[in-house]
């Protein structure tokens, strides 16, 4: 078989695995229960929408198989992060059997990447990860081809994207995911199975985090799940020191680097409100120097509490090797991938619980149908505005929003927006009527969002 | 100028968050012996070299990634140590040429220097005599498999108290239950009177207490005990409401619930504080279990029954001063149940004899505020498991389950393995059928080695374990480095659980399946 053709057939293989998927979303399996419970010493976390997956009790490929290595050498495997993760992947895919890897990552090293990214060492701080990183991975491992890329993921159009097999995200940012994942759903060409690109994806949050396998169009998306992520709590030191920008930043600068220095032999007590006001004081004042507003007791203490809690550690090494397994599976055929999503918690034992996250049919990114919202007809614009930010399924920023024949607030270009900024203060009733549909665009969303409107009087 | 300090806290920033001073400091005294460098046993020390400043011993190291060609010729145990620094100047490494069976068989004092062991690929045979040394030094030791798709992990650990078990979402409001001091605060609001601004930014802990005395009053004292009380309770509050999306209100309404429950000491703590341990107090009782017996007395009497008060609040609409306040008081109460509670220790070390500061005061605070979550787990030994209790009804009911993804039968292909190679020489390169059929023989001695009788384990082989005996040995020995990455985090993870005496260990094998990306764990 020629490399084209093994090509053709793993994605044949794997769209055959993708209809059974996709029947198993028919047959009314019910939907999973996404609260975490711990695992008792005796029981066995599992969900039973995977025991009728044909191949779970089938044979793998002999791991000594010629073939195993042709498929790797003949994929071309895309990492986005060379971060904590990313620096893990890196290194797994290298030693897994990967030789064509590409890397991107937009950072230099900092002094406090050191101790967990441990491709890098103190002569390259200042340096790309990316560059570093693909360096050091060659020189460990003569034979594979990594290509570094320093930059940001919005840099690269659909041409550079296409050219991968797989790609595989070690990331920490919200942000790039949903760019990514919206990036490779509108990739997808029904003609040509090659268009489609499976998305490992993984990410931490403390003890806590989550291994997945995206087939864009196919399985659900990155944007499908949104709502089952918060927004990120941990910041870059070099933001913390040089320039803060949110209030988070001048209360970590309080605990990080004041605290320590004012009382070197001391640990602050989150539970001491003394402790508690002293940074939250600190914290004012740094604010109040930048020109800052919100830091507040709560967020101080929201914050603190937090970062105790969060952070990323050893579960970063542990999902990173769990989504090298699903690209090398991927890639090989040599048993099936996960279908779709594995969580893990780690401070109560090792937990997991694997099972198929659903599609969500009003999904921005991925779905056919527009998202249904019932609006207060006396509700002026910028309170419904307000609405939207809050949405823990969108997350949106900066929305503009219009209908099929006017603008109703948009955010840019300047003459717009002051041309729409008097609708702000009206109701929604006098913009828009029952059944319209509402086009949305926002900054944090890769792509527009449509809204389907009903007034509802509360 | 402090510019020492200041780089060290932001090289270990990550970890400070999670750790907290006290588990870094154990991190730092911790002497960590590593058998058969593997490519999981390299990734485990990987792992534990960047968060830590554990000392390093290990050998025999096998190719991995961190040797390159540069190293041929070089001792590989020395390369690898070399590299490993490289990722933490701070570490002390060590390597040792000789083999572990060596050191196991004829030199068991070898192990005394360490305050861990971790074997990766170390045969049954060799595990079990090592699992003695460890046991009679009380040194933690993890047994660490790891072949194709599959990894386990087993710990032997003595026994393991945990003060800092890090619960997520914990607090002890006291609803029904209210101390003095908080009483009498919440008799400072005049609600009437007050504004709507101050009305709204009334704590809820107030609201709710508030109203339970307006019910109490109203209710013979007794507190809405039914469903039904409750949500008549939820009314008595919706009334009162100024706008109908008071948050500070509706927060209160949020927690109406958990009237359902009473304060008191939880079953799983009361086990604790029944346990011979905890009655039977002399000068070699641990720290642990002398605090937790003052704890029992405190509960006994100042306590009236409950633990001390963990004087932690949740975040709650408020405005800074109020909540200030009320976390004030809160706190003020802790403190005070502290103080009793401390003085109960320092009776019960004179009275055995001991100083009466030999205990930290800080582990004292950290007891009485984690009191209700603390945890205790006796594991079992690794002779108990493998001769003389296994556990054959259990494991006998794991494995007839039908759910095909329960791991425990990656477990027993596991010990056939083991058996395998010590009977056949190495798994790798020989024919799949051939491989199989010793296989089958070897995963039914093994069953009957646990108890299972013979016909039983013949027939569980055959229909039950064959299909992952086929993929077994389709693994044709081989360790996959992403598996071994896999596992390398997992283990360091628990390594530093039980270093630290953080967070919650396994207890006490845990087995990873890469082909459904699944975990479980079991009491063997």
């Given at each position: 078989?020629?490399?084209?053709?093994?090509?053709?057939?793993?994605?044949?293989?794997?769209?055959?695995?993708?209809?059974?998927?996709?029947?198993?979303?028919?047959?009314?399996?019910?939907?999973?229960?996404?609260?975490?419970?711990?695992?008792?010493?005796?029981?066995?976390?599992?969900?039973?929408?995977?025991?009728?997956?044909?191949?779970?009790?089938?044979?793998?490929?002999?791991?000594?198989?010629?073939?195993?290595?042709?498929?790797?050498?003949?994929?071309?495997?895309?990492?986005?992060?060379?971060?904590?993760?990313?620096?893990?992947?890196?290194?797994?895919?290298?030693?897994?059997?990967?030789?064509?890897?590409?890397?991107?990552?937009?950072?230099?090293?900092?002094?406090?990447?050191?101790?967990?990214?441990?491709?890098?060492?103190?002569?390259?701080?200042?340096?790309?990860?990316?560059?570093?990183?693909?360096?050091?991975?060659?020189?460990?491992?003569?034979?594979?081809?990594?290509?570094?890329?320093?930059?940001?993921?919005?840099?690269?159009?659909?041409?550079?994207?296409?050219?991968?097999?797989?790609?595989?995200?070690?990331?920490?940012?919200?942000?790039?995911?949903?760019?990514?994942?919206?990036?490779?759903?509108?990739?997808?060409?029904?003609?040509?199975?090659?268009?489609?690109?499976?998305?490992?994806?993984?990410?931490?949050?403390?003890?806590?985090?989550?291994?997945?396998?995206?087939?864009?169009?196919?399985?659900?998306?990155?944007?499908?799940?949104?709502?089952?992520?918060?927004?990120?709590?941990?910041?870059?030191?070099?933001?913390?020191?040089?320039?803060?920008?949110?209030?988070?930043?001048?209360?970590?600068?309080?605990?990080?680097?004041?605290?320590?220095?004012?009382?070197?032999?001391?640990?602050?007590?989150?539970?001491?409100?003394?402790?508690?006001?002293?940074?939250?004081?600190?914290?004012?004042?740094?604010?109040?120097?930048?020109?800052?507003?919100?830091?507040?007791?709560?967020?101080?203490?929201?914050?603190?509490?937090?970062?105790?809690?969060?952070?990323?550690?050893?579960?970063?090494?542990?999902?990173?090797?769990?989504?090298?397994?699903?690209?090398?599976?991927?890639?090989?055929?040599?048993?099936?991938?996960?279908?779709?999503?594995?969580?893990?918690?780690?401070?109560?034992?090792?937990?997991?619980?694997?099972?198929?996250?659903?599609?969500?049919?009003?999904?921005?990114?991925?779905?056919?149908?527009?998202?249904?919202?019932?609006?207060?007809?006396?509700?002026?614009?910028?309170?419904?505005?307000?609405?939207?930010?809050?949405?823990?399924?969108?997350?949106?920023?900066?929305?503009?929003?219009?209908?099929?024949?006017?603008?109703?607030?948009?955010?840019?270009?300047?003459?717009?927006?002051?041309?729409?900024?008097?609708?702000?203060?009206?109701?929604?009733?006098?913009?828009?009527?029952?059944?319209?549909?509402?086009?949305?665009?926002?900054?944090?969303?890769?792509?527009?969002?449509?809204?389907?409107?009903?007034?509802?009087?509360? | 100028?402090?510019?020492?300090?200041?780089?060290?806290?932001?090289?270990?920033?990550?970890?400070?968050?999670?750790?907290?001073?006290?588990?870094?400091?154990?991190?730092?005294?911790?002497?960590?012996?590593?058998?058969?460098?593997?490519?999981?046993?390299?990734?485990?020390?990987?792992?534990?070299?960047?968060?830590?400043?554990?000392?390093?011993?290990?050998?025999?190291?096998?190719?991995?990634?961190?040797?390159?060609?540069?190293?041929?010729?070089?001792?590989?145990?020395?390369?690898?140590?070399?590299?490993?620094?490289?990722?933490?100047?701070?570490?002390?490494?060590?390597?040792?040429?000789?083999?572990?069976?060596?050191?196991?068989?004829?030199?068991?004092?070898?192990?005394?220097?360490?305050?861990?062991?971790?074997?990766?690929?170390?045969?049954?045979?060799?595990?079990?005599?090592?699992?003695?040394?460890?046991?009679?030094?009380?040194?933690?030791?993890?047994?660490?498999?790891?072949?194709?798709?599959?990894?386990?992990?087993?710990?032997?650990?003595?026994e393991n108290t945990i003060i800092?078990?890090?619960?997520?979402?914990?607090?002890?409001?006291?609803?029904?239950?209210?101390?003095?001091?908080?009483?009498?605060?919440?008799?400072?609001?005049?609600?009437?009177?007050?504004?709507?601004?101050?009305?709204?930014?009334?704590?809820?802990?107030?609201?709710?207490?508030?109203?339970?005395?307006?019910?109490?009053?109203?209710?013979?004292?007794?507190?809405?005990?039914?469903?039904?009380?409750?949500?008549?309770?939820?009314?008595?509050?919706?009334?009162?409401?100024?706008?109908?999306?008071?948050?500070?209100?509706?927060?209160?309404?949020?927690?109406?619930?958990?009237?359902?429950?009473?304060?008191?000491?939880?079953?799983e703590l009361?086990s604790i504080?029944?346990d011979?341990s905890c009655?039977?107090?002399?000068?070699?009782?641990?720290?642990f279990w002398?605090?937790a017996?003052?704890?029992?007395?405190?509960?006994?009497?100042?306590?009236?029954?409950?633990?001390?008060?963990?004087?932690?609040?949740?975040?709650?609409?408020?405005?800074?001063?109020?909540?200030?306040?009320?976390?004030?008081?809160?706190?003020?109460?802790?403190?005070?149940?502290?103080?009793?509670?401390?003085?109960?220790?320092?009776?019960?070390?004179?009275?055995?004899?001991?100083?009466?500061?030999?205990?930290?005061?800080?582990?004292?605070?950290?007891?009485?505020?984690?009191?209700?979550?603390v945890k205790v787990i006796r594991?079992?030994?690794?002779?108990?498991?493998?001769?003389?209790?296994?556990?054959?009804?259990?494991?006998?009911?794991?494995?007839?389950?039908?759910?095909?993804?329960?791991?425990?039968?990656?477990?027993?292909?596991?010990?056939?393995?083991?058996?395998?190679?010590?009977?056949?020489?190495?798994?790798?390169?020989?024919?799949?059928?051939?491989?199989?059929?010793?296989?089958?023989?070897?995963?039914?001695?093994?069953?009957?080695?646990?108890?299972?009788?013979?016909?039983?384990?013949?027939?569980?082989?055959?229909?039950?374990?064959?299909?992952?005996?086929?993929?077994?040995?389709?693994?044709?020995?081989?360790?996959?480095?992403?598996?071994?990455?896999?596992?390398?985090?997992?283990?360091?993870?628990?390594?530093?659980?039980?270093?630290?005496?953080?967070?919650?260990?396994?207890n006490?094998?845990?087995?990873?399946?890469?082909?459904?990306?699944?975990?479980?764990?079991?009491?063997?």
């Amino acid at each position: 078989m020629t490399v084209p053709e093994a090509k053709r057939q793993r994605r044949e293989n794997m769209l055959d695995t993708q209809e059974e998927n996709a029947h198993s979303l028919d047959s009314s399996s019910p939907q999973p229960v996404e609260t975490v419970t711990y695992a008792n010493e005796d029981s066995v976390m599992t969900d039973s929408s995977q025991v009728e997956e044909p191949e779970t009790n089938g044979h793998i490929v002999p791991l000594n198989s010629a073939e195993i290595t042709t498929a790797l050498e003949s994929c071309k495997i895309l990492v986005i992060g060379a971060g904590g993760l990313g620096c893990e992947i890196l290194k797994n895919l290298a030693l897994t059997g990967f030789n064509d890897i590409h890397v991107i990552d937009m950072d230099t090293i900092d002094l406090s990447n050191l101790n967990r990214q441990f491709l890098f060492r103190s002569a390259d701080v200042g340096k790309s990860k990316a560059l570093v990183a693909a360096e050091f991975v060659m020189n460990r491992m003569p034979g594979v081809k990594i290509t570094p890329y320093m930059g940001r993921i919005q840099d690269k159009d659909e041409d550079y994207y296409s050219q991968f097999q797989i790609v595989i995200c070690g990331l920490d940012s919200i942000e790039a995911r949903r760019w990514i994942n919206a990036m490779l759903v509108s990739l997808v060409d029904d003609e040509s199975p090659e268009s489609l690109i499976p998305m490992v994806d993984g990410g931490t949050e403390g003890f806590k985090g989550q291994a997945r396998v995206i087939l864009p169009t196919i399985t659900s998306c990155y944007e499908c799940s949104l709502d089952m992520f918060n927004k990120p709590n941990s910041f870059p030191i070099c933001t913390i020191a040089n320039t803060p920008r949110l209030p988070e930043h001048c209360i970590e600068w309080a605990s990080v680097l004041e605290w320590p220095r004012v009382f070197p032999d001391k640990k602050y007590d989150t539970d001491n409100p003394e402790h508690i006001s002293w940074l939250y004081e600190t914290a004012l004042t740094r604010a109040k120097k930048f020109n800052i507003d919100g830091v507040s007791y709560f967020l101080t203490q929201g914050v603190l509490v937090l970062r105790l809690v969060y952070g990323k550690f050893l579960i970063s090494m542990a999902l990173s090797a769990a989504c090298c397994n699903e690209a090398f599976k991927i890639a090989t055929s040599v048993a099936p991938f996960l279908n779709n999503y594995m969580m893990y918690t780690g401070n109560d034992g090792v937990y997991t619980y694997t099972f198929e996250h659903q599609k969500k049919p009003e999904c921005p990114v991925c779905g056919t149908v527009a998202i249904k919202i019932d609006i207060d007809p006396d509700m002026i614009l910028e309170d419904f505005l307000d609405v939207l930010k809050e949405k823990p399924d969108t997350q949106l920023k900066k929305p503009s929003l219009r209908t099929a024949t006017k603008a109703l607030y948009m955010q840019a270009p300047p003459p717009l927006e002051k041309a729409s900024r008097p609708n702000l203060v009206l109701k929604m009733g006098d913009l828009v009527e029952d059944g319209d549909e509402i086009t949305v665009t926002d900054v944090a969303l890769p792509v527009s969002m449509q809204l389907k409107v009903k007034l509802i009087t509360k | 100028m402090t510019a020492i300090p200041d780089l060290k806290a932001q090289k270990y920033d990550r970890q400070l968050r999670l750790w907290a001073a006290s588990g870094q400091a154990a991190l730092e005294n911790a002497n960590v012996c590593l058998l058969n460098a593997t490519t999981t046993g390299t990734e485990i020390l990987k792992n534990l070299i960047l968060p830590d400043n554990a000392i390093v011993d290990q050998k025999d190291v096998s190719s991995n990634f961190f040797l390159d060609t540069s190293c041929i010729g070089k001792s590989k145990s020395l390369a690898i140590v070399e590299y490993l620094r490289e990722l933490n100047e701070d570490v002390k490494g060590h390597h040792d040429e000789r083999s572990p069976e060596y050191l196991i068989v004829e030199e068991p004092s070898f192990f005394d220097q360490f305050t861990m062991i971790i074997a990766t690929s170390l045969s049954d045979t060799l595990a079990l005599k090592l699992a003695s040394i460890c046991e009679a030094a009380n040194t933690p030791l993890f047994l660490v498999k790891c072949l194709g798709f599959t990894g386990m992990f087993r710990i032997q650990a003595g026994e393991n108290t945990i003060i800092e078990t890090h619960p997520e979402n914990f607090s002890d409001l006291r609803l029904d239950m209210p101390f003095p001091a908080f009483l009498e605060y919440v008799k400072e609001f005049d609600f009437d009177k007050m504004d709507s601004s101050e009305h709204g930014h009334v704590p809820f802990l107030v609201v709710l207490q508030h109203y339970l005395q307006v019910w109490k009053a109203a209710h013979d004292g007794k507190l809405p005990a039914s469903y039904s009380e409750r949500n008549e309770f939820k009314e008595l509050l919706k009334k009162d409401m100024r706008s109908y999306d008071e948050e500070n209100f509706e927060e209160a309404i949020s927690h109406v619930w958990r009237l359902a429950s009473t304060s008191g000491v939880p079953s799983e703590l009361k086990s604790i504080l029944d346990d011979p341990s905890c009655e039977n107090i002399t000068k070699d009782s641990t720290n642990f279990w002398i605090i937790a017996r003052a704890i029992r007395d405190f509960v006994q009497n100042e306590g009236s029954g409950l633990l001390p008060l963990p004087g932690k609040l949740p975040d709650m609409k408020a405005d800074t001063k109020g909540y200030v306040r009320l976390q004030q008081i809160y706190r003020q109460k802790a403190i005070e149940d502290y103080e009793a509670v401390h003085s109960r220790v320092q009776g019960l070390l004179t009275s055995v004899g001991l100083l009466s500061d030999a205990i930290d005061s800080r582990e004292i605070e950290e007891f009485c505020k984690f009191a209700s979550h603390v945890k205790v787990i006796r594991y079992r030994r690794l002779e108990q498991e493998y001769l003389t209790e296994p556990n054959t009804t259990t494991i006998c009911q794991w494995l007839e389950e039908s759910d095909p993804q329960n791991n425990i039968v990656h477990y027993v292909i596991f010990r056939a393995a083991d058996l395998f190679v010590k009977e056949h020489g190495s798994l790798k390169g020989r024919d799949e059928e051939e491989t199989v059929q010793l296989l089958e023989d070897c995963t039914t001695n093994v069953l009957t080695s646990i108890g299972i009788p013979n016909n039983k384990a013949v027939a569980l082989t055959t229909d039950r374990l064959k299909p992952y005996i086929i993929n077994f040995a389709r693994y044709n020995g081989a360790e996959l480095p992403n598996i071994a990455s896999l596992m390398g985090g997992l283990v360091a993870q628990e390594v530093i659980k039980i270093i630290t005496r953080q967070y919650i260990p396994v207890n006490n094998t845990c087995i990873y399946d890469g082909m459904n990306a699944t975990t479980a764990t079991y009491v063997l």
